[in-house]
Nanobody
Framework: QLTLVESGGGLVQPGGSLKLSCAVS????????IAWFRQAPGKEREGVSC????????SYSDSVNGRFTISRVDAKKTAYLQMDSLKFEDTAVYYC??????????????????WGQGTPVTVSS
């Protein structure tokens, strides 16, 4: 049973940066993909980015590609989402999610079984 805990959200001005963290526990191996999702008020949940087992591959939604960077440090059992050039429309609760796998790819549309509680990000001037 994987447990995920996000941190690092907060209030930031447009054009600013934030780095979210996702601490993973409850699983000795590192055979899982990590993804970040977000949900803005009144909107459906949206996939943002994912990183495969061992960080072999990554994927980004069009809305964040070139501004956000996903990474993971398995020795620390932590994944990160570096968010740069933030826009008003990036305001949302950000969730990290995980799925166990032995593959080397990730896709945001795959089924992620484990979820964190979310961390809010507000972009406002």
């Amino acid at each position: 049973q994987l447990t995920l805990v996000e941190s690092g959200g907060g209030l930031v001005q447009p054009g600013g940066s934030l780095k979210l963290s996702c601490a993973v526990s409850g699983f000795d191996a590192d055979d899982y993909n990590i993804a970040w999702f977000r949900q803005a008020p009144g909107k459906e949940r949206e996939g943002v980015s994912c990183i495969s087992r061992m960080g072999i591959s990554t994927s980004y939604s069009d809305s964040v590609n070139g501004r956000f960077t996903i990474s993971r440090v398995d020795a620390k059992k932590t994944a990160y989402l570096q968010m740069d050039s933030l826009k008003f429309e990036d305001t949302a609760v950000y969730y990290c999610a995980a799925m166990q796998t032995f593959g080397s790819l990730c896709r945001l549309e795959w089924k992620y079984n484990y979820w964190g509680q979310g961390t809010p990000v507000t972009v406002s001037s």
